[in-house]
T-cell receptor, first 115, second 113 residues
Framework: GAVVSQHPSWVICKSGTSVKIECRSL??????MFWYRQFPKQSLMLMAT?????????EQGVEKDKFLINHASLTLSTLTVTSAHPEDSSFYIC???????????FGPGTRLTVT | AQTVTQSQPEMSVQEAETVTLSCTYD???????LFWYKQPPSRQMILVIR??????QNATENRFSVNFQKAAKSFSLKISDSQLGDTAMYFC??????????FGTGTRLTIIP
């Protein structure tokens, strides 16, 4: 089956620094990838949709200058949290759309802790 | 905008028993997809089952089956012969066409040995 990886799986950074999370589709090409945020015991909240070669579409209330998304190739999308603060601490999950538009494969997630 | 409601925040059932998780949704669309995803303690999202709205037949995947009531906008998940490995958060989700997934708030299911 289709596999999506995320790196790193866990990252700790200091307040004010930036951190980059990578999302890769390992055995298929993904023109569309999604980035979610999940707080403990809550559902997934879509942050943005990224399409290869074009600007990401952000959901309402998500700061595009704080959460920079780049989808430079058909197998890689990155999320950069800029000037991170403790309130950005969360679990970030990416997913990639498969060949069929109703298929969406999820990465294992990245736990971000900002101290 | 579409909404997905899961009214059972938590459920527990004895191993080998059957459990049904409920999900209702609101949409004015006639063609869409419904999903159940499982998120175990590892937090890896796993697709359990998918239902296309234009199909009247309820989807089944081994021990997992759905009761899709389109007119009532209801999409429940039945887990038969529950196993310890079924312990997880279960999310119901809706998708219209080529658009994004809309998730419900989730049901935490615990299988008791």
């Amino acid at each position: 089956g289709a596999v999506v990886s995320q790196h790193p799986s866990w990252v700790i950074c200091k307040s004010g620094t930036s951190v980059k999370i990578e999302c890769r589709s390992l055995d298929f090409q993904a023109t569309t990838m999604f980035w979610y945020r999940q707080f403990p015991k809550q559902s997934l909240m879509l942050m943005a949709t990224s399409n290869e070669g074009s600007k990401a579409t952000y959901e309402q209330g998500v700061e595009k200058d704080k959460f920079l998304i780049n989808h430079a190739s058909l197998t890689l999308s990155t999320l950069t949290v800029t000037s991170a603060h403790p309130e950005d601490s969360s679990f970030y999950i990416c997913s990639a759309r498969g060949l069929q538009h109703y298929e969406q494969y999820f990465g294992p997630g990245t736990r971000l802790t900002v101290t | 905008a579409q909404t997905v409601t899961q009214s059972q925040p938590e459920m527990s059932v004895q191993e080998a028993e059957t459990v049904t998780l409920s999900c209702t949704y609101d949409t004015s669309e006639s063609n869409y997809y419904l999903f159940w995803y499982k998120q175990p303690p590892s937090r890896q999202m796993i697709l359990v089952i998918r239902q296309e709205a234009y199909k009247q037949q309820n989807a089944t995947e081994n021990r997992f089956s759905v009761n899709f009531q389109k007119a009532a906008k209801s999409f429940s998940l039945k887990i038969s012969d529950s196993q310890l490995g079924d312990t997880a958060m279960y999310f119901c989700a809706f998708m219209k066409g080529n658009e994004k997934l809309t998730f419900g708030t989730g049901t935490r299911l615990t299988i008791i040995p």
